[in-house]
């Protein structure tokens, strides 16, 4: 079966708009709501947008966003050709007049809002049917990239694509993957439970991804809840939370057991919160990390304790180049996300693996992958999205795809990146022979 994001050069699917009137989930009639904006006879009024959105998105239209919704129509009339639900997500892809194709992309809050809207042009990904098309697609100038695919079986690893998958590279929300270990090695030891709390304080909000940045000074939120966030909605303040939780040092020890090839770069272990702080604040600051050794990062972040001052307006160039990032290869990202299938697999509770496979990124085949885990990670000038895939006999397969550029514009939104993810999972290589 194929499968197709949006943004690919599929066909139109006649049934695209049938599926989606027919999904009556909460992302499906937030989705349907979210096209009739678009499609119905008459533009929405600004009172009847404000019950569907988190107020942070609205306030960032402060001449309201009925007039974008009012722009974004005048493309039209539209046609719905596909629709892809994954999680909270959603992807619609639009036919204008002259057969003019657009992408609209939803995401929900976890309250049921929706937290993300937007429309832009679709996003053209090339079928992969052999690893030089791959190899075609992620090769352009500026942009360093690079990408790992194998197969695990019986204990053995086997490599059937390999680009540059021993280079340590930037690697944004990736991170959470330790973060995700090291809290399920606390919970199998018994000094963490999944119904213990966190509480969220200024020196703890961090920027978005995911939403909890948002609750008032003192909410609690359970373990459980909190690293769900982490991982399916790659929520900053979560993982910071879990981080507070746990102790640097306690993280630092799973990037080692995780099998990461050079620890000192993940060391200290940076929280997003500092990322923000330090990438974006202080020019000083970010000049004297950049030339600290560790000892002396170590000292930095001591001093910079407390709320951050870093907007989200902030960020702009790129400072993965100073050591502002987590750096993984290929190969350290697959084997943490093995070691973590291992902890999901001794995990009885099955919390773990509910966690991990909560979010897919794309669709999924669940009859040829019934059990998928994946992470995604970007930050200014970086990009990533990693999966661990099962078949159906429990033969493990993973692909990675990494890339970083000095210029943010290069590397855009991510879809372009995700969608060869999808194209490389439907191409049935992940069956083939190693390079």
């Known amino acids: 079966m194929m499968i197709d994001l949006p943004g690919s050069d599929a066909s139109v699917h006649p049934d695209a708009q ?3 009137d027919g999904d009556l989930t909460p992302l499906g009639r937030r989705t349907h709501w979210a096209v009739e904006l678009l499609t119905a006879p008459a533009a929405p009024r600004e009172e009847d ?8 998105f609205l306030a960032r239209h402060p001449q309201g966003f009925a007039a974008t919704v009012g722009q974004w129509r005048g493309l039209g009339p539209f046609t719905v ?7 909270h997500k959603s992807w619609v892809t639009l036919e204008g007049p002259a ?7 939803l995401t929900l809050d976890s309250t049921g809002l929706i937290r993300v809207l937007h429309l832009g042009p679709e996003v053209v990904t090339p079928e992969v049917r052999a690893w030089e098309d791959l190899d075609r697609a992620l090769e352009q100038p ?3 990239w690079s990408a790992l695919v194998t197969r695990e079986q019986d204990g053995v690893t086997r490599t059937l694509y390999a680009k540059d998958a021993d280079r340590p590279m930037p690697n944004g929300s990736s991170y959470k993957l330790y973060l995700m270990r090291a809290l399920a090695q606390a919970v199998a030891a ?26 008032p000074d003192g909410t609690r939120v359970g373990v459980r809840e909190t690293a769900y966030k982490m991982i399916a909605m790659s929520d900053n303040t979560a993982a910071d939370l879990i981080q507070d939780l746990l102790g640097r040092d306690a993280v ?29 604040g202080d020019p000083g600051t970010r000049a004297e990390w950049a030339s600290a050794d560790e000892d002396g990062r170590r000292r930095l972040l001591e001093r910079i304790e407390g709320p951050m001052t870093v907007r989200g307006s902030d960020l702009g160039p790129t400072v993965h180049q100073q050591g502002l990032d987590w750096h993984m290869s290929a190969w350290d990202v697959t084997r943490v996300l093995s070691a973590l299938a291992d902890d999901a697999v001794r995990d009885a509770s099955g919390v773990v693996d509910g966690i991990l496979t909560a979010y897919p990124g794309v669709p999924v085949d669940s009859a040829r992958w019934p059990r998928v885990v994946f992470k995604g990670g970007s930050c200014p000038g970086v990009m990533m ?20 550029a000095d210029d943010q514009k290069l590397i855009g939104d991510g879809q372009f990146l995700r969608g060869m993810g999808a194209r490389v999972i439907e191409s049935g290589l992940l069956g083939g022979t190693s390079r």
């Open 18 to 20: 049938a599926a989606l």
């Open 49 to 56: 947008l404000s019950g569907a959105f988190v107020p942070v």
């Open 81 to 87: 050709t596909d629709y892809q639900p994954v999680a």
């Open 99 to 105: 057969g003019v194709r657009s992408n609209l992309s």
């Open 142 to 144: 500026g942009v360093t």
């Open 190 to 215: 018994g000094s963490v439970r999944w119904d213990d709390r966190v509480t969220v304080t200024p020196a703890l909000r961090s920027l978005p991804t995911g939403d909890m940045q948002e609750l």
């Open 252 to 280: 630092e020890r799973a990037v080692v057991e995780g099998g990461h090839s050079d620890p000192s770069l993940l060391r200290p272990f940076l929280t997003s919160h500092e990322v923000f702080e330090i990438g974006w």
């Open 385 to 404: 999205f990693c999966w661990l895939l099962e078949d159906p006999a429990g033969v493990r397969h993973t692909l990675v795809l990494q890339q970083c």
